[in-house]
């Protein structure tokens, strides 16, 4: 009886010594894509309102560092203009979306920017970002849409 409890107890705790090990599952995916990049930004939107379609044309560029953002795959960008946060799967980057609201002279600006999955190539990230969102005040309502490419650089 003593040997079935003993060969028990050795089968319970090669499983669970199993379990442990499996959970580590090697280095982290988020490694590859940390650091310090330079980028830019091209694009614009459309703002449709008050009967008018004003293009706003996005340009901009600077550093934006790429940082663990607690445990799991979780990761945030920061940098000159430029903020968010995501998650690692691999060499692929996924932006949660965003969401900003502005009021100014009585006009609010709601946009909202949904980014597509970037995988890091040769140390580079291509961001397509789709751009929409409302446009609101005196009396008036309209529509925002357009596009804008981060293009970003490992240094």
């Known amino acids: 009886k003593k040997m079935k409890k003993s060969l028990l107890f050795t089968v319970l705790l090669t499983g669970l010594l199993l379990m442990t090990s499996c959970e580590s599952s090697g280095p982290d995916s988020r490694d590859l894509l940390l650091g310090t990049y330079s980028y830019t930004m091209t694009g614009s939107y459309v703002m449709h309102f ?3 379609d004003i293009n706003v ?3 901009q560029g ?3 560092q790429i940082k663990k953002d607690g445990s799991g795959n979780r990761v945030k960008i920061t940098g ?32 909202r ?3 597509a999955p970037a995988q890091l190539i040769n140390g580079s990230l291509t961001i397509n970002v789709e751009l929409t969102g409302t446009v609101s005040g005196g009396g008036y ?3 925002i849409e357009g596009s804008q490419i981060i293009t970003a650089n490992k240094q």
């Open 80 to 111: 000159d203009e430029v903020s968010g946060k995501g998650v690692v799967e691999h060499d692929v980057l996924k932006l949660d979306p965003e969401s900003q609201t502005e009021t100014k002279d009585g006009i609010t600006i709601v946009m």
């Open 141 to 143: 309502s309209g529509a």
């Open 62 to 64: 600077g550093t934006m």
């Open 50 to 52: 008050a009967g008018q």
């Open 113 to 115: 920017a949904i980014y």
């Open 57 to 59: 044309p996005l340009g």
